[in-house]
């Protein structure tokens, strides 16, 4: 039995190709000899080509790997199905990225026209991607940072010491440049050992495990914010006050948010001195999440949305990263201790970012 898509483009072909334009997905019409001879407008966005550039070119000969493409429409111009799905990477020339797409292809009963591609991107399979990306990222950093600490603290505390028994072997006159040398090596070093601590405070301290309200969580962010910034910025509470209770490390999951959230009004400086900042706090519920290739029935959807100017192209990529900063004298741990903090919470942290609007995306899974 035929699919109810398949009535329906056979319908619409049967009057006008151009209500094809009022479908999300993209459909194509291909010759016998596999040249395009229609694209709707979902087809020219996924393709990012007008259908005057489109028009006539062999479609397998978009992309790199058309081997498999070329197979199945083979298989339809034989007319061995009526209808075949698959899920498709598609390779693109001149360093685009590929497609993930869903593909159906249909077999028309048009001697000239007969085939009918709908491709529709493959999004739960990119958001699994980019997760095991994520997380594989975050393991990295995770080994990166306690190499780097452990090679870093040993020598240190050697050179603290040695320039306090150096001070204190200079003479009491005459030499106070001296003793501000020394001064300085001493309170250089503890800064760095500051920052090795904080380095390593992710996996030194246990979790403490308690029962969590995570609107508890924001509204202490919100305080905490709030006071910093007193003036020019409005925090908009978005909460669904519905969402349960769940077990996790309460501190642990104040830092990260607020990291999040203080690296936002930070960036709102601009704005907060106009008076016209915003950060917006909302919560929600999702449903049958896949979080680290684990499935979850539900989860809780929190986002952290800002209308500054967005996270520059080139730190886009890399802004989990730890020592990566945007702004003059940030430490670049911020965002890559909250996604160790949220990870060790079965969950993940993501970004979307553009000019007025970035939206960090919290997702923790609930048992």
């Known amino acids: 039995m035929r699919p109810l898509f398949f009535w329906t483009i056979v319908n619409i072909l049967s009057t006008s190709l151009g209500g094809l334009d009022l479908l999300a997905s993209a459909v194509l019409i291909l010759d016998t000899d596999g040249r395009i001879d229609y694209a709707n407008a979902a087809a020219e966005n996924l393709l990012e080509n007008s259908f ?11 992309f790199t790997n058309g081997e498999r493409l070329a197979a199945i429409f083979a298989q339809a111009m034989e007319h061995q199905f009526d209808l075949k799905r698959e899920d498709l990477v598609l390779e693109r020339p001149a360093g685009k990225p590929p497609l993930q797409v869903n593909l159906m292809v249909t077999a028309l009963d048009d001697p000239e026209n007969p085939i009918l591609i709908e491709l529709r991107e493959n999004v739960q399979q990119m958001k699994l991607d980019r ?23 040993n020598p240190l505390g050697g050179i603290r010491g040695a320039a306090q028994l150096l001070e204190l072997e200079l003479p009491g006159h005459g030499l106070k440049e001296l003793r501000e040398y020394t001064q300085v090596i001493i309170k250089e070093s503890d800064r760095l050992q500051t920052l090795v601590d904080r380095l390593l405070a992710p996996h030194r301290r ?27 910025l409005r925090i908009v509470r978005d909460y669904d006050l519905s969402l349960p209770e769940f077990r996790g490390d309460k501190e642990q999951l104040i830092q990260a948010v607020l990291n999040i959230v203080h690296n936002a009004a930070q960036a709102l400086a601009p704005r907060i001195a106009k008076g016209d900042a915003e950060i917006v706090l909302r919560s929600r519920i999702a449903r049958s999440i896949t979080l680290a290739k684990v499935r979850y029935r539900l989860a809780l959807d929190l986002h952290i949305i800002d209308n500054g100017p967005g996270i520059p192209a080139e730190l886009k990529d890399k802004i989990f990263y730890p020592l990566v900063s945007g702004r003059d004298g940030g430490s670049g741990l911020g965002l890559t201790l909250a996604q160790t903090f949220i990870q060790q919470h079965s969950g993940v942290i993501e970004c979307e970012s553009r000019p007025g609007c970035t939206d960090f995306r919290i997702m923790i899974a609930l048992p």
């Not at 005057?52 to 978009?62: A, G, W, Y």
């Open 52 to 62: 005057k550039v489109l028009h006539q070119q062999r479609f397998i000969e978009l």
């Open 131 to 153: 997760e095991e990306r994520l997380l594989d990222q975050t393991q990295a950093n995770k080994e990166l940072i306690r190499n780097l600490a452990h090679e870093i603290k």
């Open 206 to 232: 246990p979790q403490i495990v308690g029962d969590v309200n995570i609107h508890e969580v924001f509204e202490r962010v919100r305080s905490l914010i709030l006071a910093e910034f007193p003036q020019g």
